[in-house]
């Protein structure tokens, strides 16, 4: 199922409880689908105080995009985040997948509500490869080369990211260099 376009936008209702927080148009290595592959990627988050169903939201390009992203029932705590991966496929079952790409010249995207009305639109720019494009807490955006897909836009989520675990639970025990 992927419902057609959603109606024209006369004008942005912001302060939704689920906004556009980060997006990746040029992915070579950052995050990996379940099949190792590097799409671009759309992060929306949770803005408000308590748990948020994301079903019936919708992402697209812009009010007349054929193709768009239904969000399926997921809830969503206060703070945390969803991912898509924009690919021209359309899942919802386990990752999620939009049917659309994004360009790495810049380009549009806009969230609508369950009701499809418009609360959150972005413009973002050109941007090389492994580069997003993050809100930051003030609600300003910034071309970021610290992607923090699935955790908020900050320079801990960042090195948390990068960090190995310690204590995984798992250690390395024997190497063999030649056999």
Known sequence: ENPQAVAAVAEIHGGGPIRINEL?????????????????????????????????YILAKDENASKVFVFPEHWLEAGECAVVFADNLYRTEGEYHAPMKLSSQGGTLMLFSPSRTAIDSVNFP??????????????????????????????????????PAVDAGVEIAEIVSSN
């Open 24 to 56: 990746m148009s040029s992915n070579s290595g950052t995050i990996a689908d379940e099949n190792g592959v590097t799409a671009d990627w759309i992060e929306v988050a949770n803005v408000s105080s308590g748990a948020v169903n994301l079903e019936g």
């Open 126 to 163: 050109a941007m090389g490869e492994d580069r997003t494009y993050a809100r930051e807490s003030a609600g300003e955006w910034r071309i970021s080369d610290q992607p923090t897909p699935g955790l908020p836009n900050t320079e801990d989520s960042y090195r948390a990211l990068r960090t």
